[in-house]
């Protein structure tokens, strides 16, 4: 079995930036400028947050929080996103999710600039995405195929079973493993909570895509041998025994999948380290479409 080692790849490719911002900053030029919007005190969001800042800081990318308090109406949070989408300095932003109840997700996703829209959730870039247009990949997805790029995953022919079919992770992985590229001309199978015979059709996998979020989800009988098996998810399950109260872990059973498995990523150190440099590869594509016309 073969660990695919997100955290290992997102810091070699966190060198990466460091240089390109280097050397934007050395001929004199502004480096990027990552913004987030974090509405309330949500402790995961409040974590993915610090962490997207620690990744900036690490690279020479400029990073701003915007924390709003979780009663903030719609009609405020819509200004803050119009305030960052004429804010000049700013080249990319997200608006970390969930959001509380009282906001339409969809209505304020849909009011981000999709030139500065780094997480490609607005329906502009998804419909790039869709028809194979230069425009910004969500960043799970993204951080997923550069997992198997970097891996030297043979995904062409491969029977990819993806389960979950969320805006943010299922439905666009599964567009990019079927699209014409590479990675990619992978037959796609979407797996979702209708799904009949949900075993026997993970087990048809070649490549195994998890992001049901329900953790340890997927055994190891659900499992071909050899498969490559790529966990999504990113649980906190409360525990006394540990410092924080709590440890992580995903979708996948990893005790008796990785006995299994070709290829597995871990979690934490898989999917999640990619994440994070996903949001900054789609900061720094942002500056260049902006400043390398
Ligand atoms: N919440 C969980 N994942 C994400 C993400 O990738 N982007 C944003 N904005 N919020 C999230």
Known sequence: MVLLDGKSLAAEIKEEIKKETAAIIDRGEKA????????GEDPASQTY?????KACHETGITSSVYKYPANISEEELLK????LNHDNEIDGFIVQLPLPPQINVERIISAIDPAK?????????????????QGFVPATPLGIMQLLERYAIETEGKHCVVVGRSNIVGTPVSILMSRK??????????CHSHTQNLGEICR??????????KPGFIKADMVKEG???????IHRIPDESKEKGYFITGDVDFAEVSK???WITPVPGGVGSMTIVALLMNTLKAWKMKYQK
């Open 49 to 53: 947050v610090a962490s997207k800042e």
């Open 227 to 233: 498969a490559v098996v790529i966990d999504v998810g």
């Open 260 to 262: 299994k498995a070709g």
């Open 117 to 133: 829209d780094v997480d490609g959730f607005h329906p502009e870039n998804l419909g790039k995405m869709m028809t194979g247009q």
């Open 204 to 213: 048809s996998a070649d490549i195994l895509i998890a992001a049901i979020g």
């Open 80 to 83: 803050a996103v119009d305030f």
């Open 32 to 39: 990027p400028h990552l913004a987030a919007i974090l509405v």
């Open 181 to 190: 590229a590479i990675p990619g001309n992978a037959t796609v199978t979407l």
